[in-house]
């Protein structure tokens, strides 16, 4: 389990094609407080450690993963959003995020407010996922609070710190982006649709 709280950013290094599968090999400033079979979240995907080294390490993409995630559009290069699985004494700073993304979606607009950045997504309600007004949403592993909610989208405010240690610094209009909708809501969307 994960709350949402970016730990670090990691680099792409390189990509290995298997099969259908990916490799990613990242570097990254806990690569070496890493071990193989942990899980890590990039982007807001979970994936498991399966080779570390003083500087870097790897984790594979199965197709499904590839499918319904962002992480095939990754290049060398790029930078993602790195968590580890929150400890059992850890604190829970942000909300309950699985690593499972749900959907992707698209940024369509970033407005810079002079000490916050709003930024505007839209995704294909089709899939039958919903954001609530001042529910949690997280983007690419990050969490934070929906407003402006409507049927096909919402926004997100961005605080200078957030900005700057995730790759929100990066987004622009048209990036697609992973989308994990609040658990508790998929829940009682869930039992409330056994009503119907």
């Not at 193989?36 to 197709?63: E, F, M, P, R, W």
């Not at 690593?99 to 309600?125: I, K, M, R």
């Amino acid at each position: 389990m994960f709350t949402g709280i970016v730990e670090t950013t990691g680099r792409v290094v390189a990509i290995d094609a298997e099969g259908t599968n990916l490799t990613f090999h990242i570097e990254a400033p806990i690569a070496h407080e890493l071990t193989i079979d942990q899980s890590v979240s990039h982007n807001g995907v979970c994936l498991t450690v399966t080779a570390v080294s003083d500087h870097d390490y790897s984790v594979t993409a199965v197709d499904e993963t590839l499918k319904k995630t962002n992480l095939g559009q990754l290049a060398v290069g790029n930078i993602v959003n790195l968590e580890r699985c929150m400890p059992a004494t850890g604190r829970f700073d942000g909300h309950i995020v699985q690593g499972h993304v749900d959907q992707t979606g698209t940024c369509v607009a970033v407005q810079d407010l002079n000490g916050s950045w709003l930024y505007d997504f839209e995704y294909d309600p089709a899939v039958g996922n919903i954001t609530v007004e001042k529910g949690s949403i997280c983007i690419n592993g990050v969490s934070l609070t929906v407003f402006d909610s409507h049927d096909t989208g919402f926004r997100v405010t961005i605080i200078p710190y957030t900005y700057e240690h995730t790759t929100f610094r990066n987004l622009q209009p048209g990036d697609v982006v992973n989308l994990e909708f609040d658990v508790v809501g998929k829940y009682i969307k869930k039992m409330l649709a056994a009503y119907k």
